[in-house]
């Protein structure tokens, strides 16, 4: 009866609100059958809170939707999978300890008994008809990430999915897996599924999507058709305006000394295996040196030695003369380093005040005989907020902050001291684009004047803006390090991916 | 329906306390008709009888400050993220320790003994929680186990002691012989029960205030006890303040201890305690780990312990409403603290949209 013309999903006019912030601000989504269709936008845009709208996960204020031409209306995820969309988070829900087959049919069957070697057979065969190379009886924990986001999708097709939809699937995967991820949705397109792609990595969109859908400030700006449209102008829609290039800097001098020296360095992870292997890298007075990787290669250990919360079981660790190696956290700052950490929530006292916080390092200066002077960390933190333009009052909980300025706390609390070597962890992780244009240029300002930095990052578009040298590291080593001018993403996925240089 | 987690307002903190003392009574109210007495008379004799007099104000007083002292004790150790719940231990040991020392003050003048049976009392409770303290910092053994099972071993102990070296050797009680006349605390108004152990509570309820709020140690304490991943990032020491956390709070209920052996009971009997260290937890929790806060609730504390014998005499419903009533309060106060991170939203029923 339906027009065979009527799009999988239509959303009209989604608007959906927490308490004070507009999430969804009258937004229109329009998905066809057969499309790989990208929502791409900043962190914060809105993207993901509209598809979990879709997925029944939240109920909108206003609006309408139907799927396939009928009007829906979901209340919990379990009405839009019994519709046919599927989706898969950054966060998987998977049972670790269960097989492929039993994480795919559970809560797929119904009735007792299960069969399970029937089950098996039937997602094996599942498995076969999508294209997706999984082993049904492989358990989940003996699995790769990339392979786990398959059973995933797997568990979407196996409830008849029509209309899947993959929030940010690249961000965990190696750029090899990512390939392999586009193919398969290359032959699930064909076979007539629509695909909503949640990114705001442009090359990706660019390389797989027929169309793109455009979120900023939780309206869909525009959609138009990808072969008709440029990166750049992505790039312009989703940021309002046009990125502007990383200005053109002078190499630092050839002959600078070495301010942060990492010897024949070895640590473990929190299970008591080896994290760090034999690691060594030197860091120049004046230079930002950007260590590259997927996420854990040894990036938050290392992190954690030169910060003082880990400690080493071989090697050592050198700032200048000054050996902090296995020093504590308040020795490591004596030698002047300062700590931009990955988990900002972690460095922090959320119930304290951004005062407090600010003052929390060095509580010996603003405390004369143990008595603390509050006018004095008052003060501190008026002068700090100023000079580092933190929407925040002293008095304020840094819990209530946004992530963009209890970055900028944490930047403030360390740059003021103007520590000889920076340490800085996934320092735009979460931020918008302003935020994060801030603390990029916070970090280039501490390199002009002087300091050794040392910038860890998975987000290799940051690293290749801002690094004099870029160091890769795979499975706690470090791979390579190359020159700005001879790294481009290739190379590096390549050596992230432990191929040999 | 969707239960949602946020933060709970401002307002919400200070209005817990109050709303938790009313749905206990409106709970115990069930348990007051099935004792054929009138809820409403009941809670009269409960909150409002003690006020009446002097007397009996001045016996509020007196039940409060064991709890003053206990609830300043967990207080304290909560705040620093020292889950202490053997108060009770520290107390028990305190009291010996303040026995100990009292005994042999028959020749000394009290301005010797007093202040020597308090440092007693302080060091025995700071000596009974450094066991625990110690494992938890450099084992990482859970102290809630451990301080709670000390608290039975104190206990044991004391009977030990009762019914061998100290047993009274007149009255042949299991109980100490008095301590000397220069240890008993002075009392603060003639004729009454009031005592010294009333004034030195405040003062320590002052004093934590003013540690926790003024000073940089406290900072750090409540910086451990708020996120310890971020006080060891920000060049605190951990385990080192946590220790200290843990060894003053220990202290502290040992003075509870010393307070009720000088200025109750003139000897140690293995009933000195009767759970003040427990409901220390509770004058702590309901007091929102505020010293003043907590200085408030071991005042209503003891209204209420005050009132339950009113009632008892007056209606003739048995004594141990109180302990219900007070028991009833902790665990609508931790199922407030609990809710109050939650709110619970009506949505319309599914096709209504």
């Known amino acids: ?501 | 329906m969707k239960i949602e987690r946020r933060a709970a307002p401002l307002w919400l903190r200070a209005v817990i306390p109050l709303l938790a003392v009313v749905l206990t009574f409106a709970v115990t109210s069930a348990l007051i008709l099935l004792a054929r007495a009138n809820p409403l008379q009941a809670y009269y004799y409960f909150l409002l009888e003690p006020l009446s007099n002097r007397v009996s104000i001045i016996e509020v007083l007196v039940k409060s400050t064991p709890l003053l002292l206990t609830g300043a004790a967990v207080t304290l150790a909560f705040a620093g993220g020292f889950w202490n719940i053997g108060a009770e231990g520290q107390l028990l040991a305190g009291a010996t320790a303040a026995t100990a020392v009292g005994l042999q003050m028959h020749t000394a003048s009290p301005l010797i003994a007093i202040p020597l049976m308090l440092l007693a009392g302080f060091a025995a409770g700071a000596a009974w929680i450094a066991v625990p303290a110690l494992m938890k910092v450099k084992l990482a053994i859970d102290e809630v186990v451990t301080t709670l099972l000390l608290n039975s071993v104190a206990l044991l102990g004391v009977s030990a002691l009762l019914n061998g070296p100290w047993r009274d050797p007149i009255s042949q009680w299991p109980q100490s012989p008095e301590i000397a006349a220069a240890a008993i605390f002075p009392r603060l108004i003639p004729r009454s029960r009031l005592h010294l152990g009333f004034l030195v509570a405040v003062l320590v309820i002052l004093l934590l205030w003013f540690l926790l709020n003024r000073t940089t140690l406290g900072l750090q304490m409540r910086a451990v006890g708020l996120a310890p991943q971020a006080a060891r990032f920000a060049g605190i020491p951990v385990e080192r303040t946590l220790l200290r956390t843990a060894l003053l709070s220990g202290g502290i209920a040992g003075l509870a201890g010393v307070s009720e052996v000088a200025g109750i009971h003139y000897h140690l009997i293995d009933a000195i305690s009767g759970g003040h260290g427990y409901t220390g937890i509770i004058v702590a929790t309901l007091g929102g780990l505020n010293p003043l806060g907590a200085g408030l609730a071991a005042l209503f504390i003891g209204l209420v312990d005050t009132g339950s014998q009113s009632v008892s005499r007056a209606l003739g419903v048995p004594v141990y409403l109180g302990d219900v009533i007070l028991a009833t309060l902790l665990l609508m106060t931790l199922a407030l603290l609990l809710l109050q991170r939650y709110r619970i939203r009506w949505t319309r029923d599914r096709g209504a949209m």
Request: glycine share 8%.
């Open chain 1, 1 to 501: 009866m339906q027009p065979p013309a009527s799009p999988a999903v239509q959303m009209r006019s989604i608007t959906k609100r927490f308490g004070a912030l507009i999430a969804n601000d009258a937004a229109d989504f329009t998905l066809r059958r057969g499309q790989i269709h990208a929502l791409l936008g900043e962190n914060g845009a809105g993207k993901t809170t509209l598809m979990r709208v879709l997925y029944g996960f939240y109920r909108p204020d206003t609006g309408s939707i139907t799927v396939n031409g009928q009007p829906a209306s979901f209340s919990a995820p379990r009405d839009a999978i019994t519709q046919g969309i599927g989706m898969v988070t950054q966060h998987f829900a998977l049972a670790l300890p269960l097989t492929v087959t039993e994480n795919v049919v559970l809560g797929a069957e119904r009735g007792l008994p299960l069969d399970l070697a029937a089950a098996q057979r039937r997602v094996q065969a599942a498995a076969q008809s999508f294209g997706i190379d999984i082993d049904p009886a492989a358990r989940v924990r003996d699995l790769s990430i990339g392979q786990r986001q398959r059973v995933e999708i797997l568990k979407a097709l196996y409830r008849k999915a029509t209309v899947l939809i993959l929030d940010e699937p690249t961000a965990v995967l190696l750029p090899q897996e990512a390939d392999e991820l586009f193919r398969a949705l290359r032959r699930l397109q064909n076979q007539g599924l629509a695909v909503v792609f949640i990114s705001h990595k442009l090359h990706e969109v660019m390389a797989i999507t027929d169309q793109v859908t455009v979120m900023r400030n939780g309206r869909t700006v525009n959609t138009v058709d990808t072969a008709h449209t440029t990166q750049a102008e992505l790039a312009r829609l989703m940021v309002g305006r046009s990125l502007t290039p990383p200005p053109a800097r002078p190499a630092p001098p050839a002959d600078q000394p070495v301010a942060l020296r990492l010897d024949q360095v070895s640590a473990q992870d929190n299970k008591g295996l080896p994290a760090l292997k034999a690691l060594s890298l030197a860091v120049h007075v004046g230079e930002i040196v950007g260590l590259a990787g997927v996420s854990g290669n040894g990036q938050v250990e290392l992190a954690e030695v030169l910060s003082g919360t880990r400690r080493v079981t071989a090697g050592r660790v050198l700032v200048e003369d000054t050996d902090i190696t296995n020093a504590d956290p308040r020795r490591v700052m004596q030698a002047g380093v300062g700590r931009i950490p990955e988990d900002r929530h972690a460095s922090v006292v959320g119930e304290m005040t951004v005062a407090q916080n600010m003052a929390l390092e060095h509580l010996g200066e603003f405390s004369p005989r143990g008595l603390l002077d509050k006018a004095h960390i008052t003060r501190h933190a008026e002068q700090l907020i100023t000079t580092y333009q933190i929407k925040a009052r002293p008095d304020d909980r840094i819990r209530t902050l946004s992530g963009g300025n209890m970055q900028k706390v944490i930047l403030a609390r360390v740059l003021e001291r103007a520590p000889r070597v920076l340490v800085v962890a996934q320092p735009t992780r979460g931020l918008d684009v302003g935020a994060g244009e801030y603390v990029h240029g916070k970090l280039l300002e501490q390199r002009a004047r002087g300091a050794a930095v040392l910038l860890i990052s998975e987000d290799l578009e940051e690293i290749l803006a801002l690094a004099d040298r870029i160091a890769v590291i795979y499975e706690g080593e470090i791979r390579a390090v190359l020159p700005r001018a001879e790294a481009d993403s290739q190379r590096l996925g390549l050596l992230m991916s432990g191929v040999r240089a």
